[in-house]
Every structure is written in structure tokens, then in C-alpha cells.
């Protein structure tokens, strides 16, 4: 029996990941800033078949309060076999480009309160020495581009913040892991029409598993965003900049 | 966003909202609201359908689960698949399953469907102990057969139009396995395959499959299927993902020539009279399951699927009438689903009446509408009616004539005043 730490426990994608977890007969402790939805995937969790499900309810903008429940996680868990770091918004772009601070918010949300707990994560994993760190970032974050640069550019931090922690940790035996979905049917999500390209939170869901088993370092879900961002990453500046992505 | 039923038709314009927890769900039913709860959209038609629509797939949450008696709690926005999922490797099943598993159990209550045991089992909501209901009032009340009972028996089965489910608590049987045990019977026409049905009324699932463009000495031949839990073996789920149709198929594909071939393939690929065999009981209740957006193949204008029932006693002639109009419009569609039902409930708008149903599915082309007009005027006739969850064209003047207790629907929906917050297409049509 695994302990799994989730953190951001209501999207869609870390719902879908607790439950193929809670199938399995893990422990369970959840993060959440919604409190009414939260309780709700605990009880479901437990009728899954989860040995246990414990929460505690969290926005990662406060400070104080991240410090404070990051560390009682750590204590009450004892040993995480597996940290998941999955909250996360969407920036709406073009209000972003309008109001600095609405900007700044969504960096601090999609950013620096990712990168502030993989801090207290990591001091207290590279002591255990063993488990899995898994953070949730995206394909938007291997290149900027005019729709949406704001996400594009916290998702991209975040990636190249778990370069460097993945080669810090693996002398601990601590393994980290960058996820990289493409477009996922989620309610955040919900107001864009969906394509061949879509895929649904349950099949990253079993994605993200399998990574976080095998030990995989960056993972592109499904598989063929790889290939995708590979082909928009090798367009030249000069032509890209001219591109309505 | 444009959004329709499983038949394709008819596509609305709707604006979708998708609470993510019973409070923001509550919230949204003020005095203002108008507009209609949606699951998976698989009412064929426009049942789930209105300018305004609630998506209750992010409700989907599991309560409770009693090891020994097998009674679940769940939200509404569940799906069957995800219940099976969970539930059958421990060794429980439905106690009552449509033929698709990728339904939520709140679309199963409002269509109170049926499945292949109907004839032993009733419907859906023949097994509810209780469900909450909230009110346009934005009040919750909980319903069963003891509470609120009014409430109870217009909403089982009142296509969301009395308030939204949000939380059910029914039973799951005990089986043995998560295989059936299946026996096919091939019959010559329909006065066999009816007699085989009232033969068979104690096997626990049974089902035709019927040759609807078949003709003359043949017209209503059949392979019917009967299963039981295989009560050896294990509890199993299988690891196959679905095939998919990722777009819609051009028109011309699906002809009388090509429908006439897969027809003759289906009934003739079963050489012996009598076969049996073991299969899962995912292939077994939902074959078209395996393919995902089945619905594409009728191509981009939709289709339609007619499903009726007739009373026992006038249940071969009607059929026969029925059949033969079918099978001279040339236009039956390829499988076609008969079977017996046993008694009905006391549902205001449930479908099921003892007797014998017949679905079919019918690409749209012009003058369907009036091949189906005229079959209805013949199932009125007869004292049957029209499968609500299935029907996006039925008249006001045909429902209001096969379903009597309308009046007393209306009365109540009236009452907690339902009439003028929960509204689909389907109801402005039926006048309701």
C-alpha cells in the first residue's frame, strides 16, 4: 500500500488519477481549495476502496496556510510514496494582458505556489529517500505563443524548475516527474470545442500512473504531444513569430 | 454550443453550465431558471434538451456502499460504466441495465428505463429505495414509494421535468460472475419468436433481435437471446478500449442494399437452431458499447430510433401490421430490438406496459416523418405508445392519447412549480 499526496485533489485530472490509486488500496491525503467538492471525492475515494482518505482544505495562494499544511501533511503521512501537484487555472489571456496584477496572480498560482511547495516537498523527500514527485505542467509550457504566453510562461518555470530538482533529487533516490498533457476535456476546459486532439482526464489519469511507475522523467500525455511540440519547438523565431497560434 | 440527443437530431443552440458541487447546483435554480438537467445526452432525441441545460457529469460522486446488502448511495451524475466498473470484480451487477452502460443514473431514473429482464425485474426505478429531488423552490426533498410519493411516481420516469435527482440509493444484486450464460433460438417469424418469449418468461434476461425488412412467410423472424448469471467462474472486467468513429459517415454508405446484406449476415451467421454459448456480460447487455459514437454512421442528419410497445392481447397482430408497413417502406433499419415486457409501474410517464416493444432505428431522410406518423396512429390503435427517451418528433395530440396520466403529471409538476422551470424541447412539444 502506497501514501499518495495530492495536491489540487478536485481537478479533473488528479481526481481521476486518486481513483485509479484508490482502486489499488492506497492511502490517500488530499488538497483542495474547495471544500464542499473535496468531501464529496473523499467519500467516493473511500468506497473505491481506498485504505484511507484524509483532507485537509487548502488555497496554495496563502502563504501561511501552504507552509502550515504541506508540513502537517508531511507529518501525518510519516513516508510519501508519491506527491502529485496538480492544481492549477487558466489564465484568460487577453485580461491578463490589460491588468499586471491579474498577471501576476496567475503566476503566483500556476507558478510560484507550485514551485513553494515542491520546496518543502523536496527537503523532506531527499531525507526519506525513495518516492515519486509528479507535477502537472503542460505542453503550453515548451514555447510562447500569443494566445496564451501568461499560462505558457508559469507552466514553462514550473518545467524548468523540476529540470533542475530532478538532478538534485536523484542522488536521493527521489524521482521527479514533469507531465505534459495537451488539450484535456476538463471543466477547465469547458467552454472549447473539442477535436480529434482531446483526450479525456481519465486516460491522463492512467498516463500519469504508469509515468510515476516506470519512472519516467517528462512525459508528453498521450504520447503523440511529443511529437507535436517537437515539430512547434523546431519552427525558426523568424517564422514563428509570425504564426497565429 | 450547439448540442444534441444520441440520434443527432434535432441540434440546439444551448448554454451549458457544469456545477461542480450540490451547493453551486442549488444555486443556479433561482426564480429565473429555465431550462433542463443533461447526463450523457443518450435520449435519442430532445429530451435532454433546452436553451439552458445543467451538465450533472461532474456530480458523479459514490456515497456509500453497504458490503452486505449491496444498497449504494450515489450522485446522480454517475455513470452505469463507472458503477460497473467498481462494483461487478466485487461481484454485484445492476439490478436493472439499458443497453448502454454510458448513461448517468439520473438519466436512468428520468427515462426509468428497462433492460432484458423487465418481463421479471420491472424498471430502473422498481428498484430505488429513495432519491433527493430538488425542487424549482431550490428546496430538497428526499422521494420514494413512502415519502413524497406523488413526487416519486412523476419524477421516475418524468424526463427531468419535476425538479433534479441529485443523489439515488437503490440495491445491486449478488451474481456469480461477470459472465452470462447465453442461448440464441433462431425462429422462422413472429408468431414463434412471441410464442418462445412467453415460453421463456422465466429465464432472467431475454431479447430478440429481429429481421424487420424480411417479407411475407418470413416477416418477424428472429434470434432470440436468453441469458443467465453464470453462477461459476470470475469476477472480471475487460482491459479492451473501445473502438472509435471518429467522424461521421457519408450518406450514401448506408443504403437498402448494404442494410439489406448486414441483415441477412446478422440472421444467417447462426447456422443451428438452438446455440449456446458463455459471453461477458459487457458484450452480452452492451454490444454497440464497444464502439464509441456508434451514432455516426447514420451520418451528419441523425437518425431516429422508434421504439413502441403494444399490449399483450393485441401484441402479435399489431406487430404484424406494424412489421409489414415497415418492411414495404423499405426504410427498417438493420437490427432491430423486440421484447417482451411483463407488468408496468405506477410512473405517471413510464413507458413500460405489459406487452411486446419493438425498437428500430431510421436514418432521417424526407417523408420518414410521415412513415412514423402513420406507425403511430396504428400503435394508438392498438393502445400502445411512444418510448420518451427515444421519440424527437411524436405529436402533442398522440402522447396526450397513450399516455393518460399526463394530466396528473402536469397537476403535479403544477404544484411544486416545475411546469415553469423544468423544460426541455420535448416538453414544449408535448405540451407539457
Known sequence: MQKILIIGATSAIAEATAKLYAAQGDHLYLLARDENRLKSIVDDLKVRGAASVKSQQLDVNDQTARTKSIAQAIELMGNIDVALIAHGTLPNQELCQQEVELMQKELETNAISTLSILTLLANSMEKQKQGTIAVISSVAGDRGRQSNYVYGAAKGMVSIFLQGLRNRLVKSGVNVIDIKPGFVDTPMTADFKKGLLWAQPESIAQGIVNAINKGSEVVYLPWFWRYIMLIIKSIPEFIFKKLSL | ?432
Open chain 2, 1 to 432: 454550443m450547439k448540442i444534441s440527443g444520441w440520434g443527432n437530431y434535432p441540434v440546439i443552440d444551448s448554454q451549458i453550465v457544469t456545477p461542480t458541487t450540490h451547493a453551486a447546483l442549488s444555486a443556479l435554480i433561482d426564480a429565473s431558471f429555465q431550462g433542463i438537467a443533461r447526463g450523457m445526452g443518450r435520449s435519442y432525441g430532445d429530451s435532454s434538451l433546452a436553451p439552458h441545460t445543467i451538465s450533472m457529469l461532474s456530480l458523479n460522486h459514490l456515497v456509500s456502499f453497504n458490503q452486505k446488502t449491496g444498497v449504494i448511495r450515489c450522485h446522480a451524475g454517475i455513470l452505469l460504466a463507472d458503477l460497473l466498473k467498481v462494483f461487478a470484480p466485487q461481484g454485484w451487477f445492476l439490478p436493472v441495465t439499458p443497453g448502454t452502460k454510458f448513461v448517468t443514473v439520473g438519466g436512468a431514473i428520468a427515462s426509468d428505463v428497462h433492460g432484458k429482464n423487465h418481463h421479471l425485474h420491472g424498471s430502473f426505478c422498481d428498484h430505488l429505495q429513495s432519491f433527493k429531488l430538488l425542487l424549482a423552490s431550490g428546496e430538497t426533498v428526499k422521494c420514494s414509494k413512502r415519502e413524497n410519493t406523488e413526487l416519486f411516481h412523476a419524477s421516475c420516469g418524468g424526463m427531468g421535468l419535476t425538479g433534479i435527482v441529485k443523489e439515488a440509493t437503490f440495491k445491486l444484486k449478488p451474481v456469480g460472475s461477470t459472465y452470462i450464460n447465453e442461448i440464441t433460438i433462431k425462429t422462422d417469424n413472429l408468431a414463434e419468436t412471441l410464442d418462445l418469449f412467453e415460453k421463456s418468461k422465466n429465464s432472467t434476461y431475454s431479447v430478440a433481435w429481429i429481421d424487420c425488412l424480411s417479407k411475407g412467410k418470413g416477416l418477424g423472424r428472429s434470434l432470440l437471446i436468453l441469458g443467465e448469471h453464470a453462477e461459476e467462474g470470475c469476477y472480471d472486467i475487460p482491459d479492451k478500449s473501445p473502438l472509435n468513429i471518429p467522424f461521421d459517415i457519408p450518406n450514401f454508405i448506408l443504403n437498402p442494399f448494404t442494410t439489406g446484406l448486414f441483415t441477412q449476415f446478422y440472421y444467417h451467421r447462426i447456422l443451428k437452431k438452438y446455440s449456446n454459448r458463455r459471453n461477458h456480460y459487457a458484450p452480452y447487455f452492451y454490444p454497440l458499447d464497444g464502439i464509441h459514437h456508434w451514432n455516426r454512421i447514420y451520418g451528419k442528419q441523425g437518425f431516429t430510433q422508434y421504439q413502441f410497445v403494444l399490449p399483450k392481447e393485441s401484441g402479435l397482430e399489431g406487430m404484424n401490421t406494424i412489421l409489414k408497413r415497415i418492411a414495404a417502406s423499405n426504410k427498417g433499419s438493420f437490427l432491430s430490438v423486440l421484447k417482451a415486457f411483463g407488468k408496468g409501474n405506477k410512473n405517471l410517464l413510464s413507458f413500460p406496459m405489459e406487452g411486446y416493444t419493438l425498437a428500430l432505428d431510421f436514418k432521417l431522410y424526407n417523408g420518414l416523418f410521415k412513415l412514423l406518423d402513420t406507425l403511430d396512429q396504428i400503435v394508438l390503435d392498438y393502445g400502445g405508445r411512444i418510448y420518451l427517451a427515444k421519440d424527437s418528433r411524436m405529436s402533442e395530440k398522440v402522447f396526450k392519447q397513450s399516455y393518460p396520466n399526463w394530466e396528473e403529471f402536469s397537476r403535479i409538476r403544477q404544484k411544486y412549480g416545475a411546469d415553469k422551470a423544468f423544460r426541455s424541447t420535448q416538453s414544449e412539444r408535448l405540451g407539457l
